[in-house]
C-alpha cells in the first residue's frame, strides 16, 4: 500500500503527523501519531496492509499532495457519497433516540476518553455539519450555508447540501484558502470521506450510559 503523510507544527512547535491512503478500498482512511512512523504504522494495522511505502510527505500548512491534483474518479466521487450516508445515517440514529443528557453532557465527566477538544456530544455533532457545510466546501470555493437552530435539521439540510455537490462537482476543481492552503476535487473527498465516519466512535464514547 502507498502512504501519504502530512505533518503539522501547532503554534508551541508541536508536530504530529497524518498518514493517508488513496486506496479506494480504504477510502478516507487515515491515522495520525506524533510522528511520521508512527502514522504509517498504525495506518498499516488498521488496513491489514501486508507492506506499506511512503509515496509523498508534505509539512505546508494544510497542504494537498501530489495525488490529490489528479482528477476525481467516478469511484472516488461514488465512494465518498456511499460513505457520507452511512456516516450521517448512523449520527441522525444516534442523535434522534438520545436523551438530552447525553448530548449536553461536558465531555471531561466522561471517564477514560480523549475528547479531542470537543466539549460535549452534541458539540461534535454540530461539527460535522460544521465542517463539511463550513469549512471543507468553502475551502474549495463554495458559498458556505447558514446553519439551522434544531440539530437534527441542521444535519438533514447540511448533508443535502453537501451531496448535491458532491454529485455535481467537477473533477477538476483548485483553490487555495486565505490562510494558504490548497484545495482540490479530490482532497474534498477524501476529507469528507474522512471526517465524521472517523469520529463516529468518539460520538458514540460520548453519549455512553454507565
Known sequence: ?????????????????????????????????????????????????????????V?????????????????????????LERARARTLELVENAEWWQLSRPSNEVPDIDPLGYASAGDLVRAFADKESRVYLPALGFEPREPLPDLVDELEASHEHVMRVVASLPDVLISVTPDGGEWTSVKLLRMLAWHERAHLGLLEALMRIW
Open 59 to 83: 509539512d505546508d500548512f494544510d497542504p494537498s499532495f501530489a495525488r490529490d491534483l489528479e482528477p476525481a474518479t467516478p469511484g472516488e466521487r461514488a465512494t465518498t457519497m456511499e460513505i
Open 1 to 57: 500500500m502507498r502512504a501519504y503523510v502530512e505533518v503539522h507544527t501547532d503554534e508551541t512547535g508541536g508536530m504530529s503527523s497524518r498518514a493517508w491512503t488513496f486506496d479506494l478500498g480504504f477510502w478516507g482512511t487515515a491515522r495520525t501519531a506524533e510522528t511520521a512512523v508512527g502514522a504509517l504504522a498504525m495506518l498499516q494495522r488498521s488496513t491489514g496492509a501486508p507492506t506499506i511505502e511512503l509515496e509523498e510527505q
